[in-house]
């Protein structure tokens, strides 16, 4: 089933095996002119340096159907406590 409810999480373990502690609040969620932001991938920039996510999503007026999902890349960082967040997340709005 298509739909434009959900967002992109965080959870983080010592092993692949668990446990997983889950962040509280997604690290990335619709905006204005984006919807059901997914199917994400953490790489490098083009230096090596800086973490960006790179994730589909759809236009707010053509969500699901026949519509094709438009691909999109944000800066990630990491705070204090050691979880990633996303700075570019405002500026989509």
Known sequence: M???????GVTRSLSATGPYVKRGDPILVQSDPFRGPGHNSVVKDIDGVSDIIVYHSFKKDQVCGNFPRVMLVASMGWGDDDWPFVYDNDLLK
């Open 2 to 8: 298509c739909s434009d409810l959900y967002a992109v």
